[in-house]
T-cell receptor, first 111, second 115 residues
Framework: QKEVEQNSGPLSVPEGAIASLNCTYS??????FFWYRQYSGKSPELIMS????GDKEDGRFTAQLNKASQYVSLLIRDSQPSDSATYLC???????????FGTGTRLTIIP | SAVISQKPSRDICQRGTSLTIQCQVD?????MFWYRQQPGQSLTLIAT?????????ESGFVIDKFPISRPNLTFSTLTVSNMSPEDSSIYLC????????????FGSGTRLTVV
């Protein structure tokens, strides 16, 4: 079983709507999680990190972590065409610092 | 977050040769990581590079094929040895800043094509 599972998509969302991206993880000891955005031909860019249960908001982005249910999600409000990219969730693997990445979700914002 | 300069950005190499990829971080970092990303796929961790000790390799990756150096807290290299077309991929280095909650940042990547 993969340590981090991500709903693979692809996902298409109308401009201005909310895009919802989800990941589940297997290691209950995992402490922190990260969301990366990757444009085609570019390297991953860190957009959100979260390590406490609940929500963390940063502009149009909200990360949600539920340790009891072992899932982490990313909400993008007021989606823009520039949000079209692949989104990767990542978490520490079995308590050490190396990151395991989900398979990624390709998001397309439709104008 | 740390800023990482990675080079070369791309290269086309003959099979059987080797290529060394360099990553320079603008601050001291505890750990550096090397990933491979095949087209359309997610990132696969090759190895973790710690300063002053041998790199730790993931299953399926060996030191003879991917030797790594980490001479100090700001620099690391990955060599792809005896290349074959199957090694064509994007290679990325990553670093974690000091403290558990610091984000991990990536270099700009090296697009390798083996012909």
């Amino acid at each position: 079983q993969k340590e981090v599972e991500q709903n693979s998509g692809p996902l298409s969302v109308p401009e201005g709507a909310i895009a919802s991206l989800n990941c589940t993880y297997s290691d209950r000891g995992s402490q922190s999680f990260f969301w990366y955005r990757q444009y085609s031909g570019k390297s991953p860019e860190l957009i959100m990190s979260i390590y406490s249960n609940g929500d963390k908001e940063d502009g149009r982005f909200t990360a949600q972590l539920n340790k009891a249910s072992q899932y982490v999600s990313l909400l993008i409000r007021d989606s823009q065409p520039s949000d079209s990219a692949t989104y990767l969730c990542a978490g520490p693997n079995f308590g050490n610092e190396k990151l395991t990445f989900g398979t990624g979700t390709r998001l397309t914002i439709i104008p | 977050s740390a800023v990482i300069s990675q080079k070369p950005s791309r290269d086309i190499c003959q099979r059987g040769t080797s290529l060394t990829i360099q990553c320079q971080v603008d601050s001291q970092v505890t750990m550096m990581f090397w990933y491979r990303q095949q087209p359309g796929q997610s990132l696969t961790l090759i190895a973790t590079a710690n300063q002053g000790s041998e790199a730790t390799y993931e299953s399926g990756f060996v030191i003879d094929k991917f030797p790594i150096s980490r001479p100090n807290l700001t620099f690391s290299t990955l060599t792809v040895s005896n290349m074959s077309p199957e090694d064509s991929s994007i290679y990325l280095c990553s670093a974690q800043g000091l403290g558990q909650n610091y984000g991990y940042t990536f270099g700009s990547g090296t697009r390798l094509t083996v012909v």
